[in-house]
Nanobody
Framework: QVQLVESGGGLVQAGGSLRLSCAASGRTFSSGAMGWFRQAPGKEREFVAA????????YYANSVKGRFTISRDNAKNTVYLQINSLKPEDTAVYYC??????????????????????WGQGTQVTVSS
C-alpha cells in the first residue's frame, strides 16, 4: 500500500498561483501513474491531471490545459501540480491519486476515480474573486 500526503493548498486571489505537492511513501513503484483529482462542494470528484511514473508522459483535463502543469521528482517520490491563473471555479479539495496498474497518464483519466486504489487526504484550494 502506498501512502500519499498532499500539501500546498491555501486561499489565493483570482489570477494567483499555487504549487501543490504529493509525497508518496510505503510501497513505491517504478511504473504506473500519479495524478490529481478535485472535488468541489456538491459535485463529483473530477480528473485534473496525471503523469506516468516511468516516462513522464502527461494528460490534462480540458478545463485546466495551459494553466496547470504536473511534474514529478522520481528521487523524492513526489508529484507536483503548478496551478497558474487561478479562477474561482478552481475552488475545490484537491486529491492526489496513484495506481501502479496504469500504463500511461491518460489511463488515469479513462478509468476514473472509482478504479484508483491510493488516495491522499486532500488539500483545500480556495480562490477568491
Amino acid at each position: 500500500q502506498v501512502q500519499l500526503v498532499e500539501s500546498g493548498g491555501g486561499l489565493v486571489q483570482a489570477g494567483g498561483s499555487l504549487r501543490l505537492s504529493c509525497a508518496a511513501s510505503g510501497r513505491t513503484f517504478s511504473s504506473g501513474a500519479m495524478g490529481w483529482f478535485r472535488q468541489a462542494p456538491g459535485k463529483e470528484r473530477e480528473f485534473v491531471a496525471a503523469i506516468s511514473w516511468n516516462v513522464g508522459s502527461t494528460y490534462y483535463a480540458n478545463s485546466v490545459k495551459g494553466r496547470f502543469t504536473i511534474s514529478r521528482d522520481n528521487a523524492k517520490n513526489t508529484v507536483y501540480l503548478q496551478i497558474n491563473s487561478l479562477k474561482p471555479e478552481d475552488t475545490a479539495v484537491y486529491y492526489c491519486a496513484a495506481d501502479y496498474r496504469f500504463t500511461n497518464a491518460r489511463a488515469m483519466f479513462i478509468m476514473g476515480p472509482h478504479y484508483i486504489t491510493s488516495w491522499g487526504q486532500g488539500t483545500q484550494v480556495t480562490v477568491s474573486s
